[in-house]
């Protein structure tokens, strides 16, 4: 058998695998001994162990060479050797997916589990099970009904692990086995009760009553294992889950009640379980915190770590509960293990008080250096919380991190710091000379790519905003002249940003652009040549289009949309606005942080959403020449989910109308509908052009029908309106079990909810990270402001969320975040309304009595204005 190593004596070589230099044909030849006589089951017991090492290594064996070894195995049943025996069952269980016709062994197997030798009967079992098909399984289910049951645990556990299994196989053949297995589940054997319960379970998942009758039948009767207490903890918390967690159920009451049960892993399963329900209250989580504040003291190691991570847990939502443990959790801070220690801290750090912070990170400071890069991580995004609920106190938290930054660790870890500090500087303008200072200095020895270009990225959009930005350009520079190709074109851009934005430094930066003409690397060249020849121009619009905001459209789609045109080449020039636009502003914030020459594109470009929708809308005659899609939105519910027809739409954007897109279900077993629309009674100035009916909806297949309609010429500003829909359609009755319909039907119609288009189907959220740049870019020439006072609202956070949700624009520069104690916030706002037409918002906040609201818009059109204006309005 193998020999055990100790892990230290691995790493100093002191120890080597006896199997590390195996040789497959070398251990298929020697498997030939299976077939001489005597046999000596020391040597066989070995090479088995050879062929299972070399299957477990990934080691690929052919069928051929597997089957031939199988069969040669198969002969060493003749020994009665128990080692030998049981490694047979093993590689009987391992080899067969690989080798053919391996059922010749069933017998033996059959044989082993009826014998009176038990130590032979569990595994023969599983072996047995494997090598089973649903074709088999009736033959062996009478011996496999009497192992459920049988009296020796080990056998009864096998026959229900290997039921399990089966159980994806051939359900409705295990199903009949419930009665054995409910016998089986009142087995004074605690694996036995376990494993019972656990197929039980599985048998009965898909019928909701059923599992609710067994939880109630086995809480009243109570359980005699430990691990089918927490099995039921388990089953009891999915259903709580899927009732919206009702706190008044008599699942929670069980739930509960484990908390005051005499074995630590079911009271902790407990407590975890009431831990990780949705919406608990501080009041409902008490008991579980308090069984953990006991565990904290524990003697056991195992107790405390699981106590204070699931503490750790809870003080991300609910603080104020784990408050109570707080004397507790510092009674940790010392203890020897330094993973408690690190989560005593951690979770002291989101409970703690304001005046504790000063003393806790003093006592991090002491043994950060003895944890694992995975609690440092732990450490540093406590902290991240911590600047968020206490931003006074960021000067002594960017020092620590910064202390961390410069200490050894993995890409992970300073990867966590560096989130960290851009997290700080963002949420606290008056941290950001500091934080860019420490970070100017992590990058002279950075060794990770991916952190050096972020942190460049961050310098080239918050540096040239400082009170002196020409401290940063040394630090850039240093990145063109000493590092890879990648860093050094993500430091061109970060250079380029700086002479876009301040007159005085553009002659320096001309130069030093001029410099990376000369570099080896054709994007670094590419790029210098390119931001040199914007800036020369000396165009505020070309700079903030093409250096500080950079594309808004998907990069991928663009892609798509360039290849197509080289494929089928038009008369008319390339446009832009045909390039489906970014939908996550978070995407094309990374893309920007990340040089091109590191982005490695697929050879196939995975779709979007998006650009699946206007695959299957082009495919469609009626909707062929309706243009470029421009948005779909997120599916909205139109009758509720228990009725007889489910319908949802989903609203398609197109330059000059919208396609509503009816996903409906039919859920009535006995009718089949035919010719399936839905009738659209539109608001004014809103015409119905077309309807694609769905030709058939049988029992539970969904289908699909469509409705174009014209959006208003005369008043281009109305986007807004509702609509009335009724689904119209022929039914036809049909046989529920034969399927067989009836040739004649009648028409019928179905009222749905009504549909409504709001302004925030016509935008499309852009991210603009130099709102400014993007300001003067679009110019004044389309521009109106107008006062408003929002009645209803009574706080700028309100004011602020509403408006974002409303108008459907994306904030930028974190304008969406209002800091405290403040009467007076701006918000900013960026998007691309329909045509392709860039729009953007300044609303000037100002809290009174009421929210007053100075809205001032710009666009490259005079209708998207009028839409913002009017729809505020």
């Not at 989580?285 to 106590?307: I, N």
């Not at 919380?385 to 960017?398: F, G, N, V």
Request: hydrophobic share 40%.
């Amino acid at each position: 058998m193998l020999k055990k190593f100790d892990k230290k004596d691995e790493e100093s070589g002191g120890g080597s695998n006896p199997f590390q230099s195996l040789e497959k044909s070398a251990v298929l030849q020697e498997a030939r001994v299976f077939n001489e006589t005597p046999l000596n089951p020391r040597k066989c017991t070995h090479i088995l162990t050879k062929i299972l090492y070399l299957i477990n290594q990934g080691e690929h064996l052919g069928t051929t060479e597997a089957t031939e070894a199988f069969f040669a195995m198969t002969k060493l049943f003749q020994s009665n050797d128990p080692t030998l025996r049981r490694m047979c069952y093993l590689t009987i269980k391992e080899m067969a997916n690989i080798a053919e016709d391996v059922i010749i062994v069933t017998s033996s197997l059959t044989k082993d589990m009826t014998g009176k030798d038990d130590n032979y009967r569990g595994p023969a079992v599983r072996a047995l099970c494997k090598i089973t098909d649903s074709t088999m399984l009736q033959a062996i289910e009478r011996y496999m009904k009497q192992a459920i049951v049988d009296k020796v645990p080990s056998v009864s556990s096998s026959a229900l692990i290997s039921s399990l299994h089966l159980l994806k196989m051939s359900f409705d053949v295990v199903k009949r086995w419930v009665n054995e297995a409910q016998e089986a589940a009142s087995s004074d054997n605690i694996m036995v009760q376990y494993h019972a319960l656990g197929l039980l379970y599985h048998i009965r998942k898909n019928d909701r009553l059923a599992v609710n009758k067994m939880l109630s039948k086995f809480t009243r009767q109570g359980l005699k294992s430990p691990f089918a207490y927490c099995i039921m903890i388990r089953i009891a918390s999915k259903l709580l889950e899927e009732e919206d967690g009702s706190r008044d159920s008599p699942l929670f009451d069980f739930i509960e009640s484990c908390l005051r049960n005499k074995h630590e892993m079911v009271i902790y399963e407990a407590a975890s379980a009431i831990v990780n329900l949705p919406n608990c209250t501080a009041k409902e989580l008490a008991p579980a915190v308090s069984v953990l504040q006991l565990f904290c003291s524990s003697p056991k190691a195992a107790l405390r770590y699981a106590a204070v991570r699931t503490l750790n847990k809870v003080a991300m939502k609910h603080p104020s509960a784990v408050t109570a443990c707080n004397l507790d959790l510092e009674n940790l801070v010392t203890d020897s293990n330094r993973s408690i220690a690190t989560l005593a801290i951690t979770t002291l750090l989101k409970t703690g008080s304001e005046s504790s912070i000063d003393r806790l990170m003093k006592q991090i400071s002491s043994f950060m250096s003895e944890i694992s890069d995975e609690f440092k991580v732990v450490v540093v995004q406590a902290i991240s919380a911590l600047c968020q609920k206490y931003p006074r106190k960021h000067s002594i938290m960017m020092n620590f991190l910064f202390s961390m930054l410069r200490e050894e660790g993995g890409f992970e870890y300073k990867r966590a710091i560096v989130d960290c500090i851009i997290s700080i500087i963002e949420e606290n303008p008056e941290s950001r000379e500091t934080g860019l200072a420490h970070l100017c200095e992590f990058i002279e020895d950075c060794e990770f790519t991916v952190l050096a270009t972020r942190i460049l990225h961050l310098l080239g959009r918050e540096g040239p905003r400082t009170n002196s930005p020409s401290k940063y350009i040394r630090f850039i520079y240093n990145r063109v002249v000493l590092e890879n190709e990648e860093v050094r074109a993500a430091a061109v851009s970060a250079l380029a940003k700086f002479g876009a934005q301040n007159e005085d430094m553009l002659p320096s930066i001309s130069v030093l652009l001029k410099r990376c003409m000369m570099d080896d690397d054709n994007e670094v060249r590419d790029r210098a040549t390119f931001y040199l020849s914007v800036l020369e121009q000396k165009q505020k619009a070309l700079g903030a289009a093409y250096i500080l905001n950079g594309l808004t459209v998907s990069i991928p789609g663009l892609e798509r949309a360039l290849h197509q045109y080289t494929l089928e080449p038009l008369e008319t020039p390339f446009d832009l606005k045909t390039v489906p636009l970014a939908t996550t502003p978070l995407a094309e914030q990374r893309t920007e942080i990340t040089p091109a020459a590191t982005i490695k594109l697929p050879d196939k470009v995975p779709a979007t959403r998006q650009d699946i929708f206007q695959e299957q809308l082009a495919a469609i005659p009626e909707f062929r020449n309706l243009g470029r899609l421009f948005k779909s939105s997120d599916p909205v519910a139109l009758t509720e989910s228990e009725t007889e027809y489910v319908v949802r739409c989903t609203k398609h954007t197109f330059p000059n109308c919208i396609v509503f897109q009816f996903d409906c279900t039919n859920t009535l077993s006995d009718q089949i509908l035919e010719n399936v629309t839905v009738q659209m009674e539109p608001s004014e100035g809103y015409d119905v052009l077309a309807y694609v009916p769905a030709r058939s909806l049988s029992y539970n297949q969904p289908g699909i029908c469509y409705t174009l309609v014209s959006l208003p010429e005369e008043d281009p500003t109305a986007v807004a309106g509702t609509f009335s829909c009724t689904m119209k359609f022929l039914v036809k009755d049909c046989d529920p079990n034969t399927g067989e319909t009836d040739e004649d039907g009648y028409e019928d119609e179905y009222v749905l909810e009504d549909v409504e288009v709001t302004v925030v189907d016509h935008i499309q959220k852009v991210l603009k990270p130099n709102f400014g740049a993007a300001w003067d870019e679009v110019g004044d020439e389309f521009e109106k402001e107008e006062t408003f006072t929002l009645a209803a609202v009574r706080t700028l956070e309100e004011a602020v969320t509403n408006i974002v949700k409303f108008l459907g624009l994306q904030p930028c520069e974190r304008s969406d975040k209002v800091p405290e104690n403040k009467n007076s916030h701006t918000l900013y706002l960026a998007g691309v309304f329909r045509g392709g037409h860039d729009i953007l918002v300044r609303a000037r906040l100002a809290l009174t009595d009421n929210v007053t609201m100075l809205v001032t818009a710009r666009s490259t059109a005079e209708v998207p204005v009028d839409v913002i204006m009017s729809s505020v309005g």
